[in-house]
């Protein structure tokens, strides 16, 4: 076994590192609005609704991580289109979509021509695998979250909590709405290969979850998400390589030990 610094020679362990550090950025912002919304079952509906575009980039030969994309931001459009617009109840509207991308997404995979694409990475995640493109579309993703959220920062922690009061405040309440749902498709989108699609709804909810043990301010939230995550990606990044065991999923398992510890920390505080 390598230790610390022969690891840090090899370019993909520099780049799974700091593909962790982006992706805990995004999703500690994403992720706090989405606890705070209380919309964990639609980013639920988001990451499996991009299986179908998965599907249909090995069907027609185009980028998978492409093609998901644009299939989980017309989904986050329908599933806010329909709930909004056409009076169908959120819930249904996020198991329409859900429900569809998973089954289009195994019908073209299985449609696919040739050899059957290789789905593990993509269902359980590889850190490992992030590329130079992978890490200038996190970068691009993340300067764009940063400037977003410091531009429309007030509008979007309202709209968090109470969406109907923000409106009769006169902000930009729809705006924000659809520009949070394009940011939580797009983010959802570039984090699979951290965990994959199985376990990626817990990487844009269990950091803000332990976050919110220890405070209730929004900027506070994101900041602790962000350490949380990043944290949790590393240390879990470490141990699969240690004991040689997928990384997406040793990710998840300490990022939900991090929450139990501080939810007793916190309970021995009281």
Known sequence: MMNLPELLQYDFFRNALLGALLASIACGMIGTYV????????SGGITHASFGGLGAGFFFGLPPILSAMVFSILSAF???????KQGVREDSAIAVFWSFGMALGILLTFLTPGYGPNLSEYLFGNILTITQTDLVALLTLTSSLLIFFLLFYHAIVSVS???EFASTRRLPTQFIEYAMMFFIA?????????VGIVLLM???????????????????MIGLS????????????????????P?????????????FIAKGIKVLIK
């Open 161 to 163: 909590f109470d969406s």
């Open 186 to 194: 797009v983010t959802i989108v570039m984090s699979i290969r951290l």
């Open 226 to 245: 962000i350490l949380f995550s990043f944290v949790g990606s590393i240390t879990g990044l470490f141990l699969s390589y240690y004991l040689n065991v």
């Open 78 to 84: 329908g599933i806010q289109w329909l709930s909004h």
């Open 202 to 220: 817990s990487l844009i909810t269990v950091p803000q979850m332990t976050a919110n043990i220890f405070t209730v301010n929004y900027g506070k």
């Open 247 to 259: 990384s997406g999923a040793l990710i998840i398992f300490v990022l939900i030990v991090i929450f």
């Open 35 to 42: 606890v705070s919304r209380r919309l964990v079952f639609i």
